[in-house]
Structure formats: structure tokens, C-alpha cells
């Protein structure tokens, strides 16, 4: 989809999101058919985002199918579920990516999945949001997949959590139906540790509350969804100055070194023939030009020379970018290593603990051989031990000595070798991993760190990930 | 294709430290670190990479793209285009200057040859894209590549807006929608087993919009046809479609001459034009941003027949 939007105020160069907009990522999560495609419609149309070609492609198939009633009868569903099979069961299978922009900034939506047995895609889609908005049906309350999918959320730490009362119009728009939902959700959400929770009324079909407040609701009087989108920050741990929080860690991708093959100008060329540099993409943090640094695997230390940016020499980098390091020393570091602001390593360990959620359909037992993939190293690891997991209807911890799939466990894992293990609640990117089938290559589970094991070796840093919990 | 910042000197874009610049990236800058990432990743994790190269817009952004992540080396991959024989020649031109500027090398597959010996039959309509499928999954095996990247993003159709940025294909070079491997993070899981090839899209996340505010920031050389100019066109499906060898108009139709530019640059015989006066990239730019029809339904016939039709396509192997 192009944008176009909000034409409500258009002048042609200014409908355009600002050069400088931010980008913010959303997703949707909630139970299968508690209106979670019929709202990304619902948004898409009411911020003018749908293109004449595909609203009227929309429009003739919702006929042909019969469909009518209070959206003016179009099936705002079949904006997203875009595949054969989804059109002809009217389910969402997979994540769909959508883009829109308003005048405040540029949105990728990715509309997720409600059934049970496609939450690996949910995951997929909630991994990368900085806010997810959890639909639930008035009439229906809490059920376990919302229960499932606020626990995957409150697990990943996504930053915000929407809550959209949805289906209000079929309890004509009744206050005391809404805040017996909102409670019951709050407890919910209360008991998984989400700290701030917004609570939106809407009607997706309808429209009430998504882009425009609603008349029909007079007892609520926050914003509408959109206005809350438009306005909430985009989490990446700046401080009031704009200043990167978290330590700097370069995972590195690969080494660039030509050896004299180089597109530079040949009158340069001489003075690239010995171009060194480490790439990779900052996965936190900032680094600059003199900056002390050390590396793992090795501990060794060094200082930054350069960053490059394709040609243009930076005095300074942040996440996310993607930028080329060189170093005074000539260290030994290859794909796979992390190249770290000094002192601020985490222990080094052969062990830790962790949050899976279970995607495949083979289940996990205790001592299972996978693969663990943490920014671009890939480690052998065995399962030692399966410790517990998720009861979704009592949201408790029961003991568990396998884990199935759409399971959210913990379970205990030796690695191969010794690695710098982060706490995902220290570092959202260095604290996640990829648990893989070392044979056929399937992605089993996604992981989050929670407890590093026992160092075999100090880091370099003091606090940071140390089994101190901030 | 101009490539600024590739062929200049180190230059520094010092700025006083009294006044930290905030650590916060634009909307292009976080999508260009994205796709470079995406792309540093795949040549990490796979032997032989290849980049699928029309000289289309989004091909062109690649492979720039492409260059800045191992800038001052080389790009360390081959180019592919599976040539359907019915491509605007000017594209044909652009593209091999193109590959000449980088130093890259490019495997051209040819739908005609296959219509020539048999392989492939012509199709009714005269539409060879759904062709190209056949000679491409021969070129990916023929140069044993196990990554395949390529332009497509999801904002252009229904089905692509279901893909991940790494898919997997089989043998056949199938995509199976309903079983999809999850993407996690921005941890990209390469691992494949023999036959299986993966596709790459690294600007999976961008709009047109996206990529026509890069082509004017990076300053990137595209072929002509993207600007107006003046053509001797006819209306077909409600789109203007060029006088050709390979596109002729049928008796009831009238040729005119119009001011035109295209949207997307593929098979002579089902690309259409659109009206514009657009003639230089901040007027592509603005006409973009306002414009009410998307680009696939402004100028694919091939996209109408069917409501389906990319994910059919795709299901068999196509990009
Ligand atoms: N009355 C009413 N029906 C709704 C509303 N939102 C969704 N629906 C209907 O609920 C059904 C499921 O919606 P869908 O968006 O496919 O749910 P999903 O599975 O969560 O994506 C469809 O028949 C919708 O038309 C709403 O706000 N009010
Ligand atoms: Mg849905």
C-alpha cells in the first residue's frame, strides 16, 4: 500500500509523513475472531490509507460474498488476509504487513494470527513491536488465547500495551459491560507484570473510537486509537538529551577486507589496501571515534579508529544503524563475535536459563541437541533440563518435564562454548536467541534469556549482566 | 547508476560535541540499516548468493544498497535477469551500464529461448511474465545458488505482504504461505538442507513512497521511463500501453501521443503507463505521496486476472 493519507487537511507535499518521521511498529493480538483484521481494515480506511484499486476490489468481493450491514458492506477483513486459504475460511493465518502514514509519523502494522495452532506466527509478528493492541470481544471477556497471547507480550517486554474492547456495538455501547471487561483484563495483566495498560471501547465494524472519538461512548474519554499510535514514544532507551542508555554492543556480521579489490577512486586506492573493518549492525547503544571497546570471544581490547558508513567516516554510531568499525589493534575477530563498550560485559558462562516459546510441533524434551543463534553467532547447546511451564488459565507456573507446542516454558541449557549471556531484561536484543533443529534447520523456539549460569570467567563489566537484577 | 558516496573520499561529518545529536534515526536511515543488515547476514550465512537485477527501481535501490554494505569492497555477488524478451529496450541498456558502473558480473536467462526449443509455449494473451519462472529456478540451479535476493516489497500486493524477509523455497522453488518459518527479532535463520534455496528481500519493509524518497536522497540514476516523456500510446484495460513490436494495438483502438511515465518497469506487454507530468524525482516524490491508486494496480494487467494471482504465481516458484 502507498500512503496517502489524511486528506482531511491536504496539500500535496505535506500529506507526505515529515522526512524526519519516526517509524513505529505495531502489532495485533487477541483471540480468533474478536475483530482483530476487521480493525486494521477499520484503521486503514478511517486514516484514508486504502487506495482506490484495492478498496474497490474489497468492495466487489465483500458483495459477491453477501456481505453487508454497518460497515457500508464491506468485509474490512479482506484487506489483510490476503492469501487464498485465509479469503476462503475467513481466518488469518499469517502475519500480514501493512504500511500507512499519517501527518505524526509512518506505521508498519503487522496483523496477526488468532488460533491457537498458528501462534508461532503471532510471535513472529509481536518480536519486532513497539506496541501490540490485544482485542478482545465484549461479549466473550478473556480467554485463554488472550490470555496466551498477553503472556507472550508481557514476556517479550513490548513496550506498549493497547487494550481494544472491541464489539461494543453489539452491547449498545453499555459502560457497565465495558469496565466488567477492563477489569477483568486489568487483573489479568496486573497478575503478568505489564506495567502500564491502555484501555480503548471500539467498534471495528462500526468504527467507534479508532480513528475519530466516538459520540456513542460518552462515558470514555481518552483518546482514539489512532491518536494514541500517533503519540506514543518509540521505546529505544534514550534519555532526555536523545542519548543512547544501554552499553554499545556490534554484533559482528561479517569482516570487510578488500585487499585492494575496491570501488574507491584509484588515485585511493593505495590507501585501502590494508581496509579493515568489522560490520555489523549496533544492536545497542552508541560508540565513538576514541572509544575504549572489548571483544568476545578473546576479551581483547582496543580503540576505535573509524566508523564507516559506505564511504562516510562518522564520529559517532548508534543502534540501529548499520555501520563498519575499525579498531588500533589487530585483534582476532571473525563473524560471531561482539565487539563492546569496555567494562561493560556480562560474564562470561557455559550455562542459563531461559523463557521458550515452543513453535514447533515436535515437542521438547530434556536433552534435546539444538542450536542457539544470539545476533550472529550460532552455538551448539544441549537442553539439560525442562523447569516449568505457563498454566494459561491460572497464569502459574506448574512443573513440566517436556514442552509442546504453543507452550511458553523454562527450561535450563549447557552451551558448547563459553559466551557473554545477557538478561533479555538488560538487553532486548543480546538477551534473545533462536532455538534451531540442528539436522532439517526449523526454527523450534524463541528464547529469552533470564539467568545467566555460573561465569567460568569474569567479564569485563561490573554490573551489567551479572546475576544482580536492576 | 551514480553512486556518490562509493567513489569519494573518507569525508568526516563532524559535529560539535558541545551539542549531542539525539541518537534517533529517520524513517529512511532505520530502513537502510535494516536492509543492510539483511543483506550482510545472507552473504555471511550462504555460499552463492545471487541478486535478481532488471534495472527496475527496487532492483536498482538493492543493489545499491548492496554496494554501501561492503563499501570499499566490492559487491561479492553475481547479478541474475531472467529476460522475458519483451523488455522496454531503454531498461535493457540502463540495466547493462549499470552492471558495467558496479563491476558486477550478470547472467541473463531468456524466456525466448525456452519459447524458441520448445520448453516454454506462448501464452494466448501474449504475457510472458508468468513465464519466467521456469528459467529462473534453471539459472538458480545452473549457478548452485542457495540465496536469492530480490526487490519485492510488501507493500505491492496482498501475498508478498504474507512473505518473510528470508523465505524458504523447496526444490521447485515453491513457497508454501501456510507454513512459513517464524521470523524472529531481527535474528534471520538462513539454515536450509540440500535443493531448498532461500529467498532474500531486503527492502521488504519499504513503500514505493520509501523507495522514491531514497532514489532522490541517494541521488540514484534510474532508466528514463520512470520520468514523463512523450509516447505514442493506447488504452487497454484501462491503462496506457506502448506502441511496440511485442505490444501492437488491435484495429479498434487509437494510438495517441501522450505525456506518460511508468510506475513499474516489467513485460512490455502487460506494463502500463500512467499520465504524468512528473519529469524529475521531487515530482515523482509528490506525485506519489498523493497519488489514489497503487502501483501494481496502476500498471499489471498480470495482477487483474485473478484475485490471487501473485500468490499463485509465487507458489510456483516465481520471485
Ligand atoms: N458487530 C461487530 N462485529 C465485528 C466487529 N469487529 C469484528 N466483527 C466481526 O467479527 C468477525 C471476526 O472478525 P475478524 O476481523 O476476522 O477477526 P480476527 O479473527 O480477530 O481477525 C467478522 O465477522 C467481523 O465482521 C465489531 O466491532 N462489531
Ligand atoms: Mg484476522
Redesign the pocket.
Known amino acids: 500500500m502507498t500512503l496517502t493519507i489524511d486528506t482531511r487537511n491536504l496539500d500535496a507535499a505535506a500529506a507526505v509523513s515529515a522526512p524526519e518521521g519516526t517509524l513505529f511498529r505495531f502489532a ?1 493480538a ?13 484503521l486503514l480506511h478511517d486514516s484514508k490509507a486504502i487506495l482506490a484499486d484495492q478498496l474497490e476490489a474489497v468492495t466487489r468481493t465483500s458483495t459477491e460474498r453477501g ?1 453487508g ?3 457500508g458492506g464491506i ?3 479482506l484487506l ?2 490476503g492469501l487464498r486459504a485465509e479469503r476462503e475460511q ?3 493465518i499469517d502475519v500480514a504487513y501493512r504500511y500507512f502514514a499519517t501527518p505524526a509519523r509512518s506505521f508498519i502494522l503487522a ?1 496477526c ?3 491457537v495452532q498458528y501462534t508461532r506466527n503471532m510471535v513472529t509478528g509481536a518480536t519486532t513491536a513497539d506496541a501490540v493492541i490485544m ?1 478482545i ?1 465484549a461479549r466473550k471477556g478473556v480467554l485463554e488465547q488472550t490470555r496466551r497471547h498477553l503472556s507472550v507480550v508481557a514476556l517479550l517486554r513490548v513496550p506498549h500495551v493497547i487494550i481494544a474492547v ?5 452491547l449498545d455501547y453499555s459502560e457497565a459491560a465495558y469496565r466488567e471487561v477492563e477489569a477483568s483484563v486489568r487483573l489479568v495483566t496486573a497478575e503478568l507484570g505489564i506495567a502500564e495498560v491502555l484501555v480503548i471501547p ?5 468504527g ?1 473510537n479508532v480513528v475519530d472519538r466516538s459520540e456513542r461512548t460518552p462515558w470514555y474519554d481518552g483518546p482514539s486509537l489512532l491518536e494514541l499510535l500517533e503519540t506514543l514514544t518509540v521505546i529505544d532507551d534514550l534519555d532526555e538529551r536523545g542519548q543512547a542508555t544501554e552499553a554499545f554492543r556490534l554484533p559482528v556480521q561479517l569482516v570487510l577486507r578488500p585487499q585492494g579489490a575496491v570501488v574507491v577512486a584509484p588515485e585511493l586506492a593505495d590507501s585501502y589496501r590494508d581496509y579493515r573493518a568489522y560490520a555489523g549492525q549496533v544492536a545497542s547503544g552508541s560508540i565513538k571515534v576514541g572509544d575504549s571497546v572489548s571483544v568476545e570471544p578473546g576479551g581483547g581490547t582496543s580503540t576505535v579508529t573509524g566508523i564507516d558508513f559506505a564511504g562516510v567516516a562518522l564520529d559517532e554510531a548508534f543502534a540501529p544503524q548499520s555501520i563498519a568499525l575499525r579498531l588500533a589493534d589487530d585483534l582476532d575477530i571473525a563473524r560471531g563475535a561482539v565487539i563492546a563498550a569496555v567494562d561493560t560485559l556480562p560474564p562470561i558462562t557455559r550455562s542459563l536459563e531461559a523463557d521458550l516459546f515452543w513453535l514447533d510441533p515436535r515437542p521438547l524434551a530434556p536433552g534435546a541437541r539444538v542450536l542457539l543463534k544470539f545476533g550472529t553467532t550460532v552455538v551448539q547447546a544441549l537442553i539439560s533440563a525442562v523447569t516449568g511451564r505457563l498454566d494459561l488459565t491460572t497464569l502459574a507456573g506448574e512443573p513440566a518435564t517436556s514442552l509442546a507446542v504453543n507452550d511458553i516454558g523454562q527450561a535450563s541449557i549447557r552451551l558448547s562454548r563459553d559466551l557473554p549471556i545477557e538478561r533479555y531484561t538488560q538487553n532486548r536484543r543480546s538477551g534473545a536467541f533462536l532455538v534451531i533443529h540442528p539436522q532439517d534447520g526449523a526454527t523450534l523456539a524463541a528464547g529469552i534469556v533470564t539467568a545467566p549460569g555460573e561465569p567460568t570467567r569474569a567479564g569485563d563489566g561490573s554490573g551489567a549482566g551479572s546475576d544482580v537484577s536492576p | 547508476m551514480r553512486a556518490p558516496p562509493m567513489t569519494t573520499a573518507l569525508v568526516s561529518t563532524s559535529t560539535s560535541t558541545s551539542t549531542p545529536t539525539a541518537h534517533r534515526l529517520s524513517e529512511l536511515d532505520v530502513l537502510e540499516s535494516e536492509a543492510i543488515h539483511i543483506i550482510r547476514e545472507v552473504v555471511a550465512e550462504f555460499e552463492r548468493p545471487v541478486l535478481l537485477f532488471s534495472g527496475g527501481k527496487d532492483s536498482v535501490v538493492v543493489l545499491h544498497l548492496a554496494a554501501k554494505a561492503f563499501w570499499p569492497g566490492k559487491i561479492p555477488f553475481s547479478l541474475l535477469h531472467v529476460d522475458t524478451g519483451h523488455n522496454f529496450p531503454e531498461v535493457l541498456e540502463f540495466r547493462d551500464k549499470t552492471v558495467a558502473a558496479h563491476g558486477v558480473r550478470l547472467t541473463v536467462a531468456k524466456v525466448e529461448d525456452y519459447i524458441q526449443d520448445g520448453r516454454l509455449v506462448e501464452r494466448a494473451d501474449g504475457t510472458r511474465n508468468p513465464l519466467q519462472t521456469m528459467p529462473l529456478l534453471d539459472a538458480i540451479a545452473a549457478g548452485r545458488h542457495d540465496a536469492v535476493f530480490g526487490g519485492a516489497r510488501r507493500d505491492e500486493d496482498k501475498a508478498r505482504a504474507k512473505e518473510r524477509i528470508l523465505s524458504l523455497r523447496d526444490e521447485f522453488g515453491q513457497w508454501d504461505p501456510r507454513n512459513q518459518r517464524p521470523e524472529l527479532w531481527n535474528l534471520y535463520n538462513g539454515r536450509h538442507t540440500v535443493g531448498q534455496h532461500v529467498r532474500a528481500f531486503p527492502i521488504s519493509n519499504w513503500t514505493e513512497l520509501n523507495v522514491w524518497r531514497y532514489i532522490e536522497r541517494e541521488n540514484i540514476e534510474l532508466p528514463p521511463l520512470y520520468y514523463a516523456h512523450d509516447r505514442e500510446v493506447y488504452r487497454r484495460d484501462n491503462m496506457w500501453r506502448a506502441v511496440s513490436p511485442v505490444s501492437p494495438p488491435h484495429a479498434d483502438e487509437t494510438v495517441e501521443l501522450r505525456t506518460v511515465r511508468y510506475r513499474t518497469v516489467g513485460d512490455m506487454s502487460c506494463t502500463g503507463a500512467v499520465d504524468s507530468q512528473a519529469a524529475s524525482v521531487a515530482d515523482v516524490v509528490r506525485e506519489v505521496g498523493v497519488s489514489t491508486i497503487t502501483e501494481r494496480g496502476a500498471t499489471r494487467a498480470d495482477d487483474r486476472i485473478s484475485e490471487a494471482a501473485m500468490e499463485d504465481r509465487k507458489k510456483e516458484g516465481y520471485f
Open positions: 495485533t487477541g483471540s480468533v475472531d474478536d475483530g482483530k483484521s476487521t480493525l486494521v481494515g477499520r456481505f450491514g454497518e460497515s468485509d474490512f477483513a489483510t488476509d475467513g481466518i488469518t496483523d494470527p488468532g488460533h482485542l470481544d472491541n464489539k461494543i456495538d453489539l471500539v467498534s471495528a465494524l462500526v467507534d
